[in-house]
């Protein structure tokens, strides 16, 4: 059994900072891609930034040159770093992971449960 947690979220003035965390945890072989994903009411999810096991990053053209992923293998833990944030950045952000899992080796699709960013003066 695998779980991903998010922390970090909260309320931020436009033109704001905020570092989200995920922590991943349970039954892992490896990880390979992790990657954060946002949904705002109405609008389906999207992803926002991706990011290998070798540290190759991608990111959604609506935030690229403003946040900043990254990750230490060795705590299973993807961060998101976010700056200049905007109004049309609030949503609720959630962490996604690829896992193999230990003693299976079951390829695995992981999510976190969300945590809430809202941008607002």
């Known amino acids: 059994q695998v779980q991903l947690v998010e922390s970090g979220g909260g309320l931020v003035q436009p033109g704001g900072s905020l570092r989200l965390s995920c922590a991943a945890s349970?039954?892992?072989?490896?990880?390979?891609?992790m990657g954060w994903y946002r949904q705002a009411p109405g609008k389906q999810r999207e992803l926002v930034a991706r990011?290998?096991?070798?540290?190759?990053?991608s990111y959604a053209d609506s935030v690229n040159g403003r946040f900043t992923i990254s990750r230490d293998n060795g705590k299973n833990t993807v961060h998101l770093q976010m700056n200049s944030l905007k109004p049309e950045d609030t949503a609720v952000y959630y962490c996604?992971?690829?896992?193999?899992?230990?003693?299976?080796?079951?390829?695995?699709?992981?999510w976190g449960q969300g945590t809430l960013v809202t941008v607002s003066s």
């Open positions: 996604n992971a690829n896992i193999v899992a230990a003693t299976t080796y079951r390829r695995l699709e992981v």
């Open positions: 349970g039954n892992i072989f490896s990880i390979y891609n």
């Open positions: 990011i290998s096991s070798g540290g190759s990053t």
